[in-house]
């Protein structure tokens, strides 16, 4: 394997469709490059860390084919003799390669980019190569933490909530993070989209019940979805008449970016109210493809959220969290929730302490904006949904009002107003 600080050759060019970036600035050194779309005019950006990952391990794959996302998808990372040529495994690591249990690995080739060869504590790199600690097993764990199958009235289909139902669209995602709450599902052998014959019945279920009124499609990641298959359940959910909202919950933007084609987003715009919750991690993620992509959703009007898991040694810190919120917002991705981790079995070297979040939390409110402070939520194990935790300001209620704790520590009094008896 080449080594990761060896110099760079520059790339070839396929001279189709895309033009070369500037690779040098003025002082020599490498910058960020850019990729000009002859047809239609649009800048591709690249990261300069992607940049060198390519001309390292794929010299000869074409710009086009790169940013197509049905070859990344193709050539994802999906074994530990694949992860063997990109990194230096680590002796846990290599442990957990020699038992070859568990969630099966699956990583982009670009997500693979954003991975440190070297340093096994890297936090991206802790969420997708697997360790041996996945395999120590913990009282608490289980298969189906959040008890989907016990709220599920039709196959595919959780329905916990009143006004509002989970659409397990797939099982398959465009990659396979190791603290998935759905590891029971998407760690199934021979993955494939579901038949429309599943969706189906779950599209009666929603046209029997008008209560429901929102729809959330998740899976796996309903952005593996062709666009035409992704389209055909748009469609039918929008003809339903009390289904006001849809939400697509996905993680494609940061590990697929190449997905965001204007295909795509002109199927998107047109079954408005459309949301999108996307699953960040850590600031390290928020590179100029995935910049690139959020800002195309954005401009066809999706609003987005971010959903993020806390896990230990990745995000737990404040500064680390207020970075992610911080580039968030200025891709007009909206901090939405932060989860604790759910406890799936062999999870426990991810799971922080409660006070963690809440300390984060309390980090966060009065040091920064409003917008970039998530809700924490535990997902009750058992089916009991999202319950918010959050610290705790009220100090005591007497005769007069409250007494308030502000994000300095300082007490402040709220007069309640009298009520006549």
């Known amino acids: ?71 990344q998808l193709a050539n994802s990372v999906n074994s530990w003799e694949q992860l063997a040529r990109f990194i230096q495994l680590s002796p846990d690591e290599l442990h ?43 009282p608490e764990e289980m298969a189906d933490p959040l008890g989907e199958e016990n709220q599920s009235p039709v196959p595919q289909l959780v329905h916990r909530y009143p006004d509002r139902v989970l659409f397990l669209t797939t099982g398959v995602c465009a990659s396979y993070c190791r603290y998935c709450t759905r590891s029971h599902m998407v760690s199934k052998k021979d993955k494939v989209h579901s038949r429309i014959a599943e969706w189906n019945a779950a599209l009666d279920y929603i046209r029997e019940h008008p209560e429901i009124r ?84 954005a401009n066809a009007g999706i609003p987005l959220g971010s959903q993020t898991v806390l896990m230990k040694g990745v995000n737990d810190q404040v500064e680390i969290m207020k970075d992610l919120y911080h580039r968030l917002l200025k891709i007009r991705v909206r901090p939405y929730y932060l989860y604790q981790c759910d406890p799936i079995p062999g999870s426990v070297h991810f799971r922080t302490p409660v006070a963690t979040g809440l300390e984060i939390i309390r980090g966060l409110r009065g040091y920064t904006s409003g917008y970039a402070i998530p809700h924490l939520v535990i997902d009750a194990p058992g089916g009991g949904g999202k319950i918010p935790i959050l610290p705790d300001y009220i100090e005591e209620k007497n005769d007069e009002g409250y007494i308030l704790r502000n994000y300095q520590g300082k007490r402040f009094l709220y007069k309640e107003p009298r009520t006549e008896k």
Request: include cysteine.
């Open 96 to 138: 957990s390669a020699e038992l070859k249990k568990k969630l099966p690995i699956r990583i982009t080739p670009f997500y693979m980019s954003l991975i440190d060869p070297v340093d096994p504590a890297q936090p991206i790199r802790r969420t997708m190569v697997p360790v041996y600690n996945e395999l120590i097993l913990s």
């Open 214 to 297: 929102d729809v959330l499609l998740s899976g796996g990641d309903p952005l593996t979805l062709t666009d035409s298959r992704l389209e055909y359940l748009l469609s039918k959910l929008r003809a339903i008449p009390h289904v006001e909202i849809i939400r697509i919950g996905t993680k494609v933007p940061v590990v697929l970016p190449q997905r965001i084609t204007p295909s795509l987003l002109g199927i998107l715009q047109k079954y408005h109210p459309l949301f999108m919750s996307i699953h960040f991690t850590h600031p390290g993620e928020v590179v100029p493809e995935v910049e690139r992509a959020c800002n195309a959703l």
């Open 1 to 71: 394997m080449k080594s990761p600080a060896q110099s760079f050759s520059s790339p070839e060019w396929d001279g189709n469709e895309l033009e070369p970036p500037d690779t040098e600035s003025e002082s020599g050194k490498e910058i960020q490059g850019k990729y000009r779309n002859k047809k239609n005019g649009t800048d591709l950006h690249v990261s300069e860390r992607t940049g060198r990952f390519r001309r390292l391990y794929y010299p000869e794959v074409s710009d086009m084919d790169w940013n197509r996302w049905t070859w």
